[in-house]
């Protein structure tokens, strides 16, 4: 038995030496524009993941994924889905064309219980617009500056990796104004849930008060502020779900 814990550790340590490498070390440096991100494992490696991908024409692409499952397996297959979109991005010039290429990829070499949520966004910061593919992944949002809700960043296709056929679709394009905040989240801020149970989860109201509170901080407090908020409502108990959020502030 504890030569098998210590294997699993073993595993799930190389597995975070992976991650650490892909995720990003910096923000990007976008003119015009404020963006962040943060990731918040609930074990030695997460199953989430997010990235900033430099692209055709001074675009960049935004990731936010989410493996189901946890441990060793969903962290390999997070970096592997990390790997397959950046290698995508510099073949296909579009977030649709993108996420089809990594679903095909994935329909092909994974199990048929296993699947991915990702939400990948391709902004153009001299238009100040945004295209996305919502794969299964919960919505993300844009408010103003008023912290209005103007775009509500709904599903346009399945999650990846079941059906290498399954039609990948881009929502609506969004134009962004100076005032802007889009954040994503995956389902570890949504679904964290309060100690005793009592208060539900936390859910996309939570999530965006604290958002509204916080508009004119900088992005990456905005991130800090919603994984404190998420870290009070559990009242600090370890967490159940990875954590990652992604924000992005148009100046």
């Not at 709904?154 to 905040?181: K, M, R, T």
């Amino acid at each position: 038995m504890e030569r098998e814990i210590r294997a699993r550790e073993i595993q799930l340590e190389a597995a975070r030496e992976i991650q650490r490498h892909l995720l990003p070390r910096e923000s990007p440096v976008v003119t015009g524009f404020d963006i962040a991100g943060g990731l918040y494992a609930a074990d030695y490696a997460a199953g989430d993941f997010f990235d900033f991908i430099p692209a055709t024409r001074n675009r960049l692409g935004i990731a936010v994924g989410d493996v189901c499952g946890k441990g060793f397996a969903a962290a390999i297959l997070s970096a592997t889905t990390h790997e397959l979109l950046r290698a995508a991005a510099s073949v296909h010039s579009t977030a649709k064309g993108i996420v089809t290429h990594v679903n095909r990829v994935l329909a092909g070499e994974t199990q048929d219980s296993v699947f991915v949520t990702l939400a990948f966004m391709m902004l153009d910061p001299d238009k100040r617009r945004v295209e996305y593919v919502s794969a299964g992944h919960p919505d993300g949002f844009v408010l103003d500056r008023d912290g209005r809700v103007k775009h509500r960043l709904s599903h346009s296709a399945g999650v990846l990796a079941l059906f290498d056929d399954a039609p990948i679709e881009e929502g609506p394009s969004v134009q962004l104004e100076p005032g802007d905040l889009l954040f994503l989240v995956t389902d570890g801020v949504l679904e964290a849930f309060s100690a005793n149970r009592a208060d539900g989860l936390f859910g996309e109201a939570r999530t965006l008060d604290v958002v509204r509170r916080h508009l004119d901080k900088p992005a990456q407090e905005i991130v800090t502020e919603i994984r404190e908020a998420v870290l009070h409502f559990s009242e600090n108990h370890r967490a159940y779900d990875d954590v990652t959020i992604v924000v992005v502030k148009c100046l």
